[in-house]
Every structure is written in structure tokens, then in C-alpha cells.
């Protein structure tokens, strides 16, 4: 199947939220193609399964790319250099969040009419540093990391409900001291957040599970041990909710309501990890058979090859998990 592929452009009009169409212009196709008037343009029920960011290389942009799950239609969201930490809301929030530097970004797509993604604005700046944002479950906060006096601390977001700003943030001051690494709000929690902390000063080495808010941070890791990992996803009928850590492309995968280790049929090879709405398959980067691609395996399933050329282990990939999911 040809794949066409359409850049963003910016449309600005008095009194309206700017947004980038998803369409060629007139009579162009938006793809490589030459003969037989270009690629189609994409239909307006295109509905972007996930996201990525292509790395571009010397002298080149990256690539902020939303696509289906063939690739047939790939909507190229932000043409910039430095992107990093991808992380994509549900499909009714529909917000995408990435940083460059010091800078968390957030935009919103819609495929109402047409297909069209918003331009991105800064909603958090800190000169002395941060990380990567995550999206609650319901889309409406990120929890993200941050310097403060030199030390991490982490800080949420609650985001605005027709504009792309924080309407407000919320230190997490019980958190104060802890050298964390990671954060990701739990899968099945608004309210709860998942994070990785190494020693020294205060915490044993582990992933813990903490209530915003709370008064005292907890004291015990779910999984001591980890160092890393790199996705949560939600609970699936009787089975839990799920975290994955890969240190070595081996694969690990981890119950969030006891710790204990769980054993789903998953063969893949690679890093990078990402669930799904049901944590039944994971979007991942497959490194095995010589360089490296984005691929889907679903658990008892075969490796699914999808965008291979340019993709990053360190740049960001996500679904856009389905809030009615199948």
C-alpha cells in the first residue's frame, strides 16, 4: 500500500485557536509520488492509533508524526529540531505533550470535519531543568519532573479544559529529598502516581506507588530493585495492572498491585516499551535482526513491523490508548 504522508501547515485566523490541516493543498499530493495527481488526501475519519518522533538527522528536523496502525495516512503534527519525551492522551482528551530543553510543550489534535492538529505552546518552563511529561489516565493532568535548589521534585500539571496552558500546578513537597528518576501517573489512577528512586539519600533503590497529595511518601518500594522502566499500563478483566522495564532488551514485565514479577507470552527483543489501552500488546523498538524499528507485539503473538527508517530508542513513540477500548 502507498502511504501518504501530509505536512502540517499553519493556519492563523482572528479569534481562533490556530491549527495546521492535515490536507495538501489543492490539486498536490502530499506524498513522494509523482504521476496520477499524488497521494489521496487523508479521509476525514482518520483516526491516528499512535505517535512518534522521527529523528532527522544533520541539517534536518525532527518530526513530530501521528499515523495509523498500516501507516497508509502519516500526518507529520510539528516539523522541529530537539524533540523529546513523547507521551499522547487518550483518544477523547486527544492532547499530545513532548519537551525540548527546559520546556514542556502541549498541543491537541481533532478529527471532527477534517483532520487538524493545533499549533504547540509552552505551558511550563524550568532554566534548571526537567523531564519528560506524562498524561493522567482521563488526560485533564501531567506529572513530570524537575529541579528545584539542584534536587528533583515533582510537580503536577492540571491542565486547562478548552486551552493549552496548566491552569494550575501543584508541588508534591512530601516527595522533597528523594532522588527520583522517572514518573508515570498509575494507569488506573488520576490521583496516584508510579516513580522510580535511587539512593542516596532517603529511598532504597525501587519503583514506589504514591497518592498526590499525600502527607508522607512512601516508605517501601512495590519492586525493589528496578533501575529503570519504561511504561505502566492499565488493568485487563482479572488481570493487573502492569509496569515493563527492558535493561539489557530482555524484557520484564511487573504486577502494580503486588510487585511480584508476571510472565505474559512476549518474545520481542528491544527497548522502549509502551502499552496499549487493555496492556495486552505493547509498541516497542525492536532491535533484533540487525538496526532498529518500531514494532507491535501482542502478547502470545508475532512481531509486527511498522515505521522503520530514522526512529529513535531515546526519541519517544506512544499509542493513543482508546477510552473505549476494545
Known amino acids: 500500500m502507498r502511504r501518504a504522508k501530509f505536512l502540517t501547515t499553519s493556519i492563523i485566523a482572528a479569534c481562533a485557536l490556530s491549527v495546521a490541516s492535515a490536507a495538501p493543498p489543492e490539486g498536490k499530493g502530499g506524498g513522494k509520488g509523482g504521476g496520477g495527481g499524488g497521494d489521496p488526501e487523508p479521509p476525514t475519519a482518520f483516526e491516528p492509533e499512535f505517535g512518534g518522533i522521527r529523528i532527522g538527522g544533520r541539517n534536518k528536523s525532527d518530526q513530530l508524526v501521528l499515523t495509523n496502525r498500516d501507516n497508509s495516512i502519516e500526518v507529520v503534527a510539528v ?3 530537539g524533540m523529546r519525551g513523547l507521551d499522547l492522551s487518550n483518544d477523547t482528551a486527544k492532547r499530545i505533550t513532548f519537551w525540548i530543553g527546559n ?3 502541549l498541543q491537541s489534535w481533532s478529527n ?3 483532520f487538524s492538529v493545533s499549533e504547540p505552546k509552552v505551558i511550563y518552563t524550568n532554566n534548571e531543568g526537567l523531564g519528560p511529561a506524562d498524561f493522567s489516565p482521563d488526560g485533564t493532568k501531567l506529572a513530570f519532573l524537575e529541579k528545584v535548589g539542584g534536587q528533583p521534585a515533582l510537580r503536577i500539571c492540571n491542565l486547562h479544559s478548552a486551552e493549552l496552558r496548566c491552569e494550575s500546578t501543584q508541588p508534591q513537597p512530601a516527595l522533597n529529598g528523594r532522588d527520583m528518576k522517572q514518573v508515570r501517573f498509575h494507569p488506573d489512577d ?4 508510579v516513580f522510580l528512586a535511587k539512593p542516596p539519600p532517603a529511598l532504597a533503590e525501587g519503583v514506589y506507588v504514591y ?3 499525600g502527607a508522607a511518601p512512601p516508605e517501601d518500594p512495590l519492586i525493589p530493585g528496578l533501575v529503570e522502566f519504561h511504561d505502566v499500563g492499565p488493568a485487563n478483566g482479572a488481570n493487573p495492572p502492569l509496569l515493563v522495564e527492558s535493561r ?4 520484564g514485565f511487573y504486577s502494580l498491585t503486588d510487585g511480584s514479577k508476571v510472565f505474559p ?9 509502551r502499552f496499549n489501552c487493555s ?9 533484533s535482526g540487525g538496526g532498529a524499528y518500531i514494532a507491535v507485539q501482542e502478547f502470545g503473538g508475532p512481531t509486527e513491523r511498522l515505521l522503520k527508517k530514522g526512529w529513535n530508542v531515546n526519541a519517544g513513540h506512544d499509542w493513543i490508548r482508546k477510552t473505549d477500548c476494545p
Do not use: C, Q
Open 248 to 251: 539489557t532488551g530482555e524484557t
Open 279 to 287: 496492556s495486552d500488546a505493547v509498541l516497542y523498538i525492536e532491535t
Open 265 to 273: 507470552t512476549f518474545d520481542g527483543f528491544g527497548f522502549a516499551h
Open 112 to 114: 471532527g470535519a477534517s
Open 190 to 193: 488520576n490521583n496516584k502516581v
Open 211 to 213: 497518592t498526590l497529595g
Open 79 to 81: 516539523d522541529r529540531k
Open 103 to 105: 520546556s514542556i510543550y
